[in-house]
């Protein structure tokens, strides 16, 4: 158990003492500490020295990871080994884009080149005119209708690299199951002209389906029942069911149990991606993992920017106890990166027992939410430089320019370095005093610092370098998980409520007895009115 580990108990030790975590002494006792404390992984730099860590802390960190055997954790997941213990699965994306680490005796991999190969060679043939609608027209746009890991992460790779469109193909993304969202993107497009991929490993999720069905009765008003086996793609292990609604079995690409929503972009989940941008992008995604995933199977603590990623994120949870994390990517294309991290993060490890059952004694996860700076600079960054929680910040800044004007990059990265400064440093009573700011606005301007935070530089936003961050947080998560004895894998959490909904369905839709709560009941019984 982590927390009685003899690591642990000296990396409490170390906190314990608020004085030596100050930021301003930090840097004035080591002038170095700028360099020294940043680490990289693949093409990724992490600059953790405005972190209220220090560098026996990050030892002890060291220690832990050894006295855990975390490197052996992580080669038994590699290897397959039964990771996810509820559900008795092995945990596998990674198997996707990194063929050195597939072990032949699972179910399913050596299929994964020959799916892949399928997936893609129908998204360029789509792309090129060759698969064509009922019509005889070519395709156009794309739905993709999914809801969790079969949504945000290909929406959110397929707006970042939205400054690389070709204009081939337009896809949507679907989730909710509310009829205006699907209304409105119907409304857009030209039937004989839409494409619409089902993404459900089960083909059972109730969300998903809904908006499946609309998207089908939308598709058959216009061009009839035959048309469904021309428009319709499935991304599913349940072949058996997508047939039944209608898709051919050609079109219906599969994806495996050792492949978790969250953790699924880079298998046939990701079509989106190739109809909209093409193979070679999707290929290159995979690449960029992959330049993470090769460092995992001799993890350096010292340099690996993954790891003392996630032992700084434990140590801010733990031993600083804030429990809130702003992810702030100053960059337009990231903007829907923090959502994705919402659930990669939060959904992997909120969790309050460990893989044996038992109630954890350390946090686990924190509260993420974020924004692209600058905007978030003018909405909630008030409460980050001055409000009484202290959250800690990941800024993700970009490091070439990708426009044509070089001042709007200069001034967003501008933005960024000054918040991270501003953070660690603020403006103390004596500089405002100095200033001459008048005696009673003094209170009001004083910004007390030592507030933490942390720098990822990406080179530029195309395919490879958007593969190495998704995977960096992937890893990071992971080894979180594994250093709290957390499962990462499942999400029971998510499962009642959706089975709670039915339940709750049913007596909407039949009008049965109410034997909820009596808050509950009355709400139902305000809806019947």
């Known amino acids: 158990m982590t927390h009685k580990s003899k690591s642990w108990t000296r990396i409490k030790n170390l906190g314990k003492s608020k004085k030596d975590l100050d930021l301003a002494k930090l840097f004035k006792k080591d002038d170095t500490r700028g360099i020294s404390f940043n680490a990289s992984i693949a093409d990724i730099e992490l600059d953790f020295s405005k972190s209220k860590i220090t560098k026996k802390a990050l030892m002890e960190f060291e220690k832990l990871a050894k006295e855990l055997d975390l490197q052996g954790k992580i080669f038994d997941l590699l290897q397959g080994k039964i990771t996810n213990n509820t559900e008795k699965r092995s945990v596998g994306h990674v198997w996707l884009r990194s063929r050195n680490f597939r072990p032949k005796s699972i179910l399913g991999v050596g299929e994964i080149d020959a799916v892949q190969s399928s997936f893609l060679d129908f998204s360029d043939k789509v792309r090129a005119g060759v698969v064509k609608g009922f019509t005889g027209e070519s395709f156009t746009d794309v739905v993709n209708i999914g809801i969790g890991g079969s949504d945000l992460g290909p929406a959110m790779v397929y707006q970042a690299l939205g400054h690389s469109h070709d204009g081939k193909i337009n896809c949507h993304y679907v989730s909710n199951i509310d009829e205006l969202e699907i209304s409105t993107v119907l409304r857009k497009l030209n039937p004989a002209k839409t494409l619409i991929v089902v993404t459900s490993k089960t083909f059972t999720t109730s969300e998903t389906l809904k908006n499946a069905a609309y998207a089908k009765n939308w598709l058959v008003q216009s061009l009839g029942d035959i048309a469904t086996k021309f428009h319709f793609v499935a991304i599913s292990a349940n072949s058996r069911e997508s047939q039944k609604f209608g898709i051919e079995t050609d079109r219906i690409f599969p994806f495996w149990d050792w492949v978790g929503g969250r953790f699924s972009l880079m298998s046939s989940v990701g079509i989106s991606i190739a109809l909209g941008y093409g193979s070679e992008v999707f290929t290159a995604l995979q690449k960029g993992a992959s330049k993470v995933d090769q460092t995992l199977t001799n993890i350096d603590y010292k340099t690996n920017a993954a790891f003392i990623h996630a032992a700084i994120n434990i140590w801010n949870l733990n031993i600083l106890k804030l429990n809130s994390l702003a992810v702030i990517p100053y960059s337009s294309a990231l903007s829907r990166f923090p959502a994705f991290l919402q659930q990669l993060w939060m959904e992997s490890n909120g969790k309050s027992v460990d893989k044996q059952g038992r109630a954890v004694k350390l946090a686990t996860c924190p ?3 974020g924004e692209p700076g600058t905007n978030s600079q003018h909405s909630f960054f008030q409460l980050l430089h001055q409000g009484t929680d202290i959250i800690p910040v990941e800024f993700i800044i970009v490091k070439d320019n990708q426009g044509q004007d070089s001042f709007f990059h200069k001034s967003l990265i501008a933005n960024a370095l000054a918040q991270s ?30 507030r933490p935070s942390m720098i990822l530089t990406v080179p530029k936003i195309d395919a490879t370098n958007l593969g190495e961050l998704i995977a960096f947080y992937e890893t990071s998560v992971i080894i979180q998980g594994l250093l709290l004895n957390i499962n990462s894998f499942d999400q029971w959490g998510v499962e009642l409520g959706k089975k709670t909904a039915e339940k709750m369905l049913n007596v909407l839709q039949n009008d049965d007895k109410l034997d909820f709560d009596s808050g509950t009941n009355n709400q139902i019984k305000n809806f019947r009115d």
Do not use: C, Y
């Open 367 to 369: 509260i993420i939410f």
């Open 421 to 450: 400064f501003v953070l660690a440093f603020g403006k103390s009573k004596k500089e405002l005093k100095e200033e001459n700011t008048v005696g009673d606005l003094i209170s009001h301007k004083e910004m007390k610092g030592n």
